[in-house]
């Protein structure tokens, strides 16, 4: 039995990015997934979990998923195309998961990131842009938000590298 058998898709435009050509996807899946959100924060480590307010969101393929009451929400999609063949993986994904719930130990406890502020102060701080983006703070801030692994800043030496696991491993 799969925990999402059917869904429906739909696009709206990234609210307050005026001229964006990315779009958020909305998959309607017709069933509550609330009580699937505790199984998720115990299989997918690297999340944010809202239990008071049902919502569950991880990283899947670069895109931000948030799964909440009925819906599963993936943003950041160029085109519908994207979105179809993005949705389906997301909702295999899901499925696998949900099919494997018996061996997963239900995670209730609130689960969110580091700050961003926090995660900069163990940065190097030399804005040397090897990891793709102009400054060390932004690098914070993707890295707080899922979109970055630690070990995506070059020049981390071995005591910033541990005391970013260590605040990572802390959540």
């Known amino acids: 039995m799969s925990l999402i058998d059917n869904y429906t898709l739909k696009f709206d435009p990234i609210p307050c990015e005026i001229g964006s050509e990315e779009w958020k996807l909305t998959c309607e899946v017709g069933k509550n997934l609330n009580d699937f ?15 008071k307010a049902n919502t569950f ?17 993936i943003a950041r999609i160029k085109s519908q195309e994207e979105g179809k063949n993005l949705a389906e993986k997301v909702v295999k994904f899901l499925n696998e998961i949900y099919e494997k719930k018996d061996e997963i130990t239900p995670d209730y406890k609130r689960k969110q990131p580091p700050k961003a502020m926090d995660i900069y102060k163990l940065l190097p701080k030399t804005n040397c842009k090897k990891c793709g983006e102009p400054t060390c703070f932004v690098f914070a801030t993707k890295l707080s938000q899922g979109e970055y692994e630690i070990e995506d800043c070059p020049e981390l030496n071995e005591e910033q590298l541990n005391g970013l696991k260590n605040l990572f491993n802390n959540i």
């Open 37 to 51: 959100l505790p199984y998720l924060n115990g299989y997918i480590k690297k999340a944010i979990y809202d239990p």
């Open 57 to 73: 969101v991880f990283t899947f393929e670069n895109h931000k998923v948030s799964v909440s009451n009925d819906k599963v929400m």
